[in-house]
Nanobody
Framework: QVQLVESGGGLVQAGGSLRLSCAAS????????MGWFRQAPGKEREFVAT????????SYLDSVKGRFTVSRDNAKNTMYLQMNSLNPGDTAVYYC?????????????????WGQGTQVTVSS
């Protein structure tokens, strides 16, 4: 059983930056591909970024490309999301999730474990 805990959320002005962390425990971290997702009020949860188990492959939601960077440190069992040039449209609860390496994932489907989320609020 893998436990995921997000941190680093908060209130920031438009144009600002935040760095989210996702700390994993209870499993072998490099056995999992990881993802960041977000859910704004009244909207469905959406994919933001993914990173492969080795960190060698990443993918991003089009609207965050060039602004967000996903990374991981397998020695620290932690994944990160560096978010720059934030705008009010990025306001949401951000979640991290883990999927076993051999699991097919699409959007939010296929992930085995989820964190509780961290709130990110961007003021205009």
């Amino acid at each position: 059983q893998v436990q995921l805990v997000e941190s680093g959320g908060g209130l920031v002005q438009a144009g600002g930056s935040l760095r989210l962390s996702c700390a994993a425990s209870g499993g072998t971290f490099n056995s999992y591909n990881m993802g960041w997702f977000r859910q704004a009020p009244g909207k469905e949860r959406e994919f933001v970024a993914t990173i492969s188990w080795s960190g060698g492959r990443t993918s991003y939601l089009d609207s965050v490309k060039g602004r967000f960077t996903v990374s991981r440190d397998n020695a620290k069992n932690t994944m990160y999301l560096q978010m720059n040039s934030l705008n009010p449209g990025d306001t949401a609860v951000y979640y991290c999730a883990a999927a076993r390496r051999d699991t097919y994932v699409e959007g939010t489907r296929g992930y085995d474990y989820w964190g509780q989320g961290t709130q990110v609020t961007v003021s205009s």
